[in-house]
């Protein structure tokens, strides 16, 4: 085995390392799992080169699964710049696109090309370059507003993917040009590929401790008082919070608006407390004293109904139970119930009275209301 070769199969062992410890992690991330796509293709497409006398089938299984590169890591950076949610459909489908048009190519090319081919290629070219840019463009996105820490690591994803795209691109005109470049061609490439996933993989890292916003209320979810104390105010029967209780009512509030964590279905009290690095009595009393609501359930439904109004809105087209399931409801029957309890009418009427209201809208309320005499309530606003 050449030392080129052994560096090929450690990278190739990275990669599926990254794999399975992305794919271990209890809660994963929108960006963990396409990132585990990512690393899984990114093996594949070392692979091919070392395949050498192989079955036919395991040739072309090793093609479909190298189809999950560039245009998965454009999904990768959607999702970390993003948070939860930064991904739909259609950029699903734009990847999957890409995805078709490699493994056709890859198909003409082992039936040995054709008048079609070149063109393929060129479409090919033009596709996945334009993919590799929108990854980076991702990092730029609302640059200005962006905090301190947030650009640091949207610099160094720049500095790293950008520094790593143009020094492949080069290397391989360079090995195209003169044969004596030729050599150096593949060490450039694995050494690219080793500094995007360990890059990656501390961005994800840092990304849990420091989530992006996810999803925000819509400026036609009015929250008005309803006589209720809000978060942060709780009811004197219940004594004062203490300064444990507030910090973890702070550590909730991260976790359900940054970390999206009411998404999930089977949330639980015992894993918001795991969420949060706490305890599940810890947890529930801060939900009732530091934030003053009745119960978990209570407070998880309000951000999930919350989503609901948000997507209800945004995508006219989506059915209820598609959003449903987006934010967090296991089914659709209590999904119908806590949304009529909350704004007063189904799911389906209070986006159909929004379409058709042509009033002005009320200005955007956050989610968990700050500080005051009243915890907020989601409504329908009137028209």
Known sequence: MTGVEGLTWGVVGLALASVLALLGRRRKSDAELLFAVFCASMAMVLLRPELGD?????????????????????????????????????????????????????????????????????????????????????????WANLPRDERRLRAGFMLVYGGCLVGGTVSGALASASPAWAPMHRPVVLGCVTAILLFTHAALLWRRRQPWPQSPVPATVAMPATGVPAPGIPRESRGAPSDEDIALAAAIRTALEQRALYREPELKVADLAEAIGSVEHKVSRAITKGLGECNFNQLVNRYRIAHACRLLLAHPSRSVLEISGDSGFASLGPFNRAFKAATGATPSAWRAAQRASSADLPPTTPLVASPSHARPRITCPSS
């Open 54 to 142: 192989v079955p036919t089938a395991v040739t072309a299984l090793v093609t479909l699964g190298a189809c999950a590169t560039c245009n998965v890591y454009w999904l990768v950076a959607r999702a970390l710049f993003r948070g939860n949610g930064g991904v739909e459909r259609v950029h699903l489908g734009a990847a999957f696109g890409v995805a078709v048009l490699i493994v056709a190519y890859r198909a003409a090319e082992a039936a040995g090309g054709g008048a079609g081919l070149g063109a393929l290629g060129d479409l090919l070219t033009l596709v996945t370059s334009t993919v590799l840019v929108l990854a980076f463009v991702e990092a730029l996105r609302g």
